[in-house]
C-alpha cells in the first residue's frame, strides 16, 4: 500500500506539474512530496521528472509510471469501495455530483432524504458544469452524476438513465421593465443579459438563435466548438453573457441588475412568495432537456446509490409536471 500511496504523489505531481502546488493539494509539506518522489524514483532506479523552469514534467519513464499507475490506483479505490460495501449502506459513503438545475433541487432533496433514512452514511455533493460531472466520475472522484448528457450519450465509459425533463422557468428581479409587459417572446427576455452555465447542443442553438433576433449591442456570439470524446462531438457552445455555476449565483445577480436566470419552481418558491422575484410568462415552447443519471459501465451499484437512485425518481416524478418544459 506505501508504494500506491508514493504513485499517488506522482500522479498529483503530474496534474499540478508544480512540487508546492502539489504539495498543498495534498495536504503535505513539500519536503514531504519531494521525499517521497525521490523514493520512488530510487525505487525504480530511474528519474520519473524532468524539473525545468516551467515546472515538472514527466520523463518516458514517468509517462509510463503515470499511465500504470493511475490504473492501479483506480483499482485500489474500486477493491476498497467494495470492500466497504459489505458494511452495509449505514456506514458507507455516497459522492454525487450534479449540474447546476438538478443538483440545487431534486438531487439535493434526494440526498436530504436519503441522509434521513440513514444519518450515519456520509454523503458528499458538488455542483459543476456537466462536463466537470464525467470528469469527477471518470477521475473516480464521484460514484454518480445527475447532469445533462448531451455529448455523453455514446460514450462506452458511461451509463446513462435518462430523467424526465425538469421545468425551469425564467425569473427577474421586482420591478424589471420585462415585468410590465403581457406574455413574452424568448427574444424579448433575451434582450437582457442571461445568467447561466455554459449551455450546448440543441439548447445552445436554441438560446443563440433568439439572442441573434434580439436588437441588442451587447449580446455574446455562439461558440461552436468540437470537442471529441471518443469520436463523438460535443456540437455547438454558447457563453451567456454572464457565465455561472451556480444558481445561488445567478438568483444574486438578477436580484441585483436587469439580467435574467432560470431555476426551478423549488429554487423560486421563496422568493416569488416575499415578492423579491418574478417569475416571466415566456409564450414560446422551448427545448427539452436532456438530464440522467450517469454512473461507470464498469462498477455494479452500491447499496447507498441503489436507494439514492430511488429516492431521485421519487422525488423526480411530480417534479417534471408543470407548464413550461426545461431548457436546461
Not at 506505501?2 to 519536503?31: T, Y
Not at 441522509?115 to 459543476?128: D, G, H, K, Y
Not at 427545448?287 to 451499484?301: F, N, P, Q, T, V
Not at 441503489?306 to 431521485?312: H, M, R, S, Y
Amino acid at each position: 500500500m506505501n508504494d500506491l500511496r508514493l504513485i499517488g504523489l506522482a500522479v498529483a505531481l503530474s496534474e499540478h506539474g508544480n512540487f508546492r502546488r502539489a504539495a498543498d493539494a495534498l495536504n503535505l509539506s513539500q519536503p514531504s512530496l519531494s521525499r517521497g518522489i525521490a523514493e520512488l524514483e530510487r525505487s525504480f532506479g530511474v528519474p520519473l521528472f524532468d524539473r525545468t523552469r516551467k515546472g515538472v514534467v514527466p520523463t518516458a519513464f514517468g509517462r509510463v509510471l503515470l499511465d500504470k499507475g493511475s490504473a492501479l490506483l483506480r483499482e485500489a479505490a474500486t477493491l476498497k469501495r467494495e470492500i466497504e460495501l459489505l458494511a452495509g449502506v449505514q456506514s458507507g459513503e455516497l459522492r454525487v455530483s450534479a449540474s447546476p438545475v438538478v443538483g440545487e433541487s431534486v438531487v439535493a432533496i434526494a440526498l436530504g432524504q436519503v441522509s434521513a433514512r440513514f444519518p450515519r452514511l456520509r454523503i458528499s455533493m458538488a455542483i459543476s458544469h456537466p462536463d466537470q460531472v464525467v470528469d469527477d466520475l471518470l477521475k473516480g472522484r464521484s460514484d454518480l452524476g445527475v447532469a445533462n448528457i448531451y455529448g455523453s450519450e455514446h460514450d462506452r465509459r458511461l451509463v446513462i438513465d435518462a430523467m424526465e425533463p425538469l421545468p425551469v422557468y425564467f425569473a427577474c428581479r421586482a420591478g424589471h421593465p420585462l415585468t410590465n409587459q403581457g406574455s413574452l417572446s424568448l427574444q424579448q427576455v433575451l434582450a437582457y443579459p442571461l445568467a447561466a452555465q455554459t449551455l450546448r447542443g440543441e439548447h445552445a442553438e436554441v438560446v443563440a438563435a433568439a439572442t441573434a433576433l434580439s436588437d441588442t449591442s451587447w449580446h455574446s456570439k455562439p461558440q461552436h466548438a468540437k470537442t471529441a470524446i471518443n469520436g463523438d462531438a460535443r456540437g455547438a457552445m454558447f457563453a451567456p453573457q454572464i457565465t455561472v455555476s451556480s444558481l445561488s449565483a445567478a438568483r444574486l445577480i438578477a436580484l441585483h441588475s436587469d439580467a435574467v436566470f432560470v431555476a426551478t419552481a423549488w429554487s423560486l418558491a421563496d422568493d416569488l412568495a416575499a415578492g423579491r422575484l418574478v417569475r416571466l410568462p415566456v409564450d414560446e415552447p422551448a427545448a427539452k432537456s436532456s438530464h440522467g443519471i450517469i454512473r461507470l459501465a464498469d462498477r455494479s451499484l452500491g447499496p447507498a446509490e441503489k436507494v439514492f437512485i430511488e429516492l431521485l425518481r421519487e422525488v423526480e416524478a411530480p417534479a417534471h409536471q408543470g407548464d413550461t418544459v426545461a431548457f436546461f
